[in-house]
């Protein structure tokens, strides 16, 4: 049972509907009261810190993270109960779950194995599963926030980190915990699903282990490990030790999914189970039976313990994430089947957004070669359909060529920044695209003006061509229909963009 500190000089003896009766943890982000409801249900009360609470842009983003927080599927989380964002002090109130942490529990010697492991395990990814599925990433999973509650274990605190670090006040400060965080946490590049993949596996390993798989020494010393080292499993064993160590993986594109993990330890089919259903079964089996027998043959294979212990120092891999050492297989590796890839849920869904972005800088590119193409040819008809001193006109020497170009350049920027960074959406693509068509457009409106570009005669208006018994022709050549053509394909291919964004 969690045990309430006394309240504290300062602290706040009641939150709007809610009496507080003890203080549970304090954060850099805000402080957890366990409360009392007024028909005396207990609850946990989260008060965000006061400097917080003058930032409107921070009320607004965190009020937009709790309405993705309240979506998120009440499978062995803690629900949010009732908020608000409002008042002095913005707080948040949350289903009381009545338990120690695990961290708690293995301090206290209590670690879990077989069947009781892999309900820990069945519990935790399930929770992962529904707050992914909510569009949430946790940033800070970890021992401390899985509640080992009378029903089975509980994930919480989901969604407080990515909302603060949302308003740009913690720009500068790391959300995490070092132990569990994720390569691409520490080199400060683009967080997932993924991320909290790494922080599962990092909790699954201290929890059979009672130490975390990098060590627990110096933060520098961690950190080192996890960028450039492989973990210390230890004690954990058969294919859940599989499971762990595809999730430690140090790309997050080589990690499972939540969804994958659960599937995984069901025994269940991708095709065969509803997000819903699998959630649902889920929870089931991690607050009763133990788990169906894990099936080796469906993770990447890993070695044995590590030998040189998580203290160790190893070799240095070069780059932020290194590529496993190769491990001697053994005869029970080299007679299992080849392990299928498990492509992350993030580059599952940015396949539709880059190939339209792929498409998009493709086509721009043609746009922007199709403008030094002739456009049009320019000549006289002196009589009898006599053409005479004919002149081709490039795209680029008119003023409809060059705007063409210009946006074609613009869209290319455009599709190459989503697809090497994913920090603009190729779907803005589209307004250089339309513009294009109309530059293009306007050149098949207006083709009469290019006779200002015919080398002899460019200076006399039609009238005065008329009265020397000539009259000017102006044909279309095929530059300019590849120029439409490709403006087209931009502004479409940035629009099919937007559509694969939508659920």
């Not at 058969?238 to 790309?251: E, S, W």
Request: glycine content about 10%.
């Amino acid at each position: 049972m969690q045990e309430p500190q006394p309240l504290r000089t300062g602290d706040p003896q009641r939150i709007g509907r809610y009496g507080l009766v003890g203080l549970l943890g304090e954060g850099g982000q805000g402080a957890v009261y366990r409360g009392e409801a007024a028909n005396g249900e207990h609850v946990a009360v989260k008060l965000l810190h006061a400097r917080f609470s003058g930032d409107a842009k921070a009320r607004a983003r965190f009020a937009a993270e709790l309405a993705h927080a309240e979506r998120v599927a009440p499978f062995c989380t803690a629900r949010v109960l009732d908020a608000d964002l409002d008042g002095d002090r913005p707080y948040i109130v949350s289903e009381f779950v009545d338990g120690p942490s695990l961290s708690e529990m293995i301090a206290a010697g209590k670690i879990p194995h077989g069947p009781a492991l892999q309900r820990l395990a069945i519990a935790t990814v399930t929770a992962l599963a529904a707050i992914h599925e909510a569009g949430i990433v946790h940033r800070d999973f970890k021992p401390n926030n899985v509640i080992m509650g009378p029903d089975g274990a509980r994930v919480i605190d989901f969604g407080i980190a990515r909302a603060l670090e949302a308003t740009g006040t913690l720009s500068s400060a790391i959300v995490g915990t070092p132990a569990y965080m994720a390569p691409e946490q520490i080199s400060g590049g683009r967080l997932g699903p993924a991320t909290d993949i790494f922080a599962w596996g990092c909790t699954i390993a201290y929890a059979s282990n009672g130490v975390t798989p990098f060590g627990q020494d110096s933060i520098p010393a961690v950190m080192h490990r996890i960028l450039h080292e492989q973990p210390d499993l230890g004690a954990l064993t058969g294919p859940l030790r599989d499971i762990a160590a595809a999730c430690l993986a140090k790309h997050p594109a080589h990690r499972p999914t939540a969804r994958q993990i659960l599937l995984r330890l069901l025994g269940g089919t991708e095709s065969a189970t509803a997000p819903e259903t699998l959630l649902t079964e889920g929870s089931r089996a991690s607050a009763s039976q133990p788990a169906a027998a894990l099936s080796p043959g469906h993770m990447p294979p890993v070695g044995g313990p590590n030998p040189r212990g998580p203290h160790a120092p190893g070799p240095h891999v070069p780059g932020p994430y290194a590529a496993p050492a190769p491990q001697p297989a053994g005869p029970w590796q080299q007679h299992r089947p080849a392990p299928p890839h498990f492509p992350s849920s993030r580059t599952r869904s940015q396949k539709p957004g880059r190939a339209a972005a792929r498409t998009t800088a493709a086509a721009a590119v043609v746009l922007g070669v199709a403008t030094f193409l002739p456009w049009a040819r320019v000549g006289v008809d002196s009589g009898l359909h006599r053409l005479t001193d004919v002149a081709d006109v490039s795209g680029i020497h008119t003023l409809w060529g060059v705007l063409t170009l210009i946006m074609a350049v613009v869209a290319i920027n455009i599709a190459i920044t989503h697809e090497f960074t994913q920090r603009f959406a190729v779907v803005w693509a589209a307004i250089p695209g339309c513009l294009a068509i109309a530059s293009v457009a306007g050149l098949l409106l207006r083709r009469q003006d290019l006779h200002s570009e015919h080398p002899h005669y460019g200076k006399l208006s039609s009238d005065e061509l008329r009265t020397m018994g000539m009259a000017l022709h102006i044909s279309l050549s095929l530059g300019v229909y590849i120029a439409l053509a490709a403006a087209v394909a931009v502004a479409a291919s940035a629009l099919v963009a937007l559509a694969s964004r939508r659920p």
